[in-house]
């Protein structure tokens, strides 16, 4: 496995490598990251990684400063994972001075996260659209755990050209249903056993959803109502939308998913389940 700090260095390598596939992470790696990158180095035959905490898609009140980090860490179990190139830059690296332009994404990056988190699908799609022209590998890998990250993607992908696959991989769960985050750490132990209530609320709507449930209102009343009842009523969204949109609608399509966003004392959770 070989490790670059610098863009030039990075391609130097990368020239030897005729396909690649590529998992774009955060580090405080997590099973959920690794299993994207086994997946992409088995469909691709190789697989590249970037480590960057990129402080352009976080908000001035957000968490970047205490957002965890462990490069040790990560380069020890993307290692034995199977990473063939690690992508390590630091900010100045990807936002020199005179750095000025960003991709704002409409349609899909207006709704939800779009609406509590100003700025942050730009500064997504700004840093991604940068990794993707430095690895230019055939596919990258996502987890729907972001569902709707995971949908501006493939926007801004499909209306800027950029010739790479999107692959979306399934949810990596906890014993007991907690969607695995790199944030998950930050959780006091209380809020951590309370924290399971996410993927509960998510099932119940499931639930009703598959018995033939349509009424939006319906939904999402059932899944507040199990945050809660468990203790977690910091709700900054309980909602049906439809998955292609991101749009509510009423009653709610066949083609509907499932999202939450709760606020566990200093940790913002998310969670999602395709209805
Ligand atoms: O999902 C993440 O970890 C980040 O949003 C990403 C895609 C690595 C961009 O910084």
Known sequence: MQVFETIGAFRAARVAYPTLGFVPTMGFLHE???GLVRRAKAENGAVAVSIFVNPTQFGPNEDYASYP????RDLALLKEAGADLVFLPTPDVLYPPGSATRIEVGGVADELEGQSRPGHFSGVATVVTKLFNIVQ?????????DAQQCAVVRRFVADLDIP???VVCEIAR??????RSSRNVRLTAENRQKASALFQALQEAEQLFSSGERDTDVLENAMRIVLTKTGLPDIDYATVVNAETFRR?????DNAVALLAVQA????LIDNMPL
């Open 174 to 179: 906890e014993a007991d249903g907690l969607a």
């Open 265 to 268: 004392g200093a940790v913002r």
């Open 137 to 145: 590998p055939q596919r990258a890998y996502f987890g729907q755990k």
């Open 32 to 34: 959920g990251h690794l």
């Open 164 to 166: 790479v696959e999107i």
């Open 69 to 72: 980090r462990d490069p040790e």
């Open 249 to 253: 609608e009423e009653p709610c399509s």
